[in-house]
Nanobody, 126 residues
Framework: QVQLVESGGGLVQAGGSLRLSCAAS????????MGWFRQAPGKEREFVAG????????YYADSVKGRFTISRDNAKNTVNLQMNSLKPEDTAVYYC???????????????????WGQGTQVTVSS
């Protein structure tokens, strides 16, 4: 069983920055592909960014490309999402997810992930 705990959400003005972190339990974190998703009120959960188990491959939704950066530290069992140039439409609950299959890919669909955190709220004011 893997537990994921997100932190770093909050309220920020448009154009500002936030850094989300996800701490994972388990000794095999370095074999998990990781991802960030978000869900705004009344909308479906959507992919934001993903990273391979080695950190060598990343993938972003078009809506955040060039503004968000995903990274991981396998020694600390953490994955981060640096969010810059935030917009009001980035307002959502952000979820960290882990794919425990052990393949060296990056995954952009929620059904490819096995474990989820509880989420952290990000609110961007205009």
């Amino acid at each position: 069983q893997v537990q994921l705990v997100e932190s770093g959400g909050g309220l920020v003005q448009a154009g500002g920055s936030l850094r989300l972190s996800c701490a994972a339990s388990g000794r095999t974190f370095s074999t998990y592909a990781m991802g960030w998703f978000r869900q705004a009120p009344g909308k479906e959960r959507e992919f934001v960014a993903g990273i391979s188990w080695s950190g060598g491959s990343t993938y972003y939704a078009d809506s955040v490309k060039g503004r968000f950066t995903i990274s991981r530290d396998n020694a600390k069992n953490t994955v981060n999402l640096q969010m810059n140039s935030l917009k009001p439409e980035d307002t959502a609950v952000y979820y960290c997810a882990a794919d425990a299959a052990g393949y060296s890919g990056v995954y952009a669909h929620y059904w490819e992930y096995d474990y989820w955190g509880q989420g952290t709220q990000v609110t961007v004011s205009s």
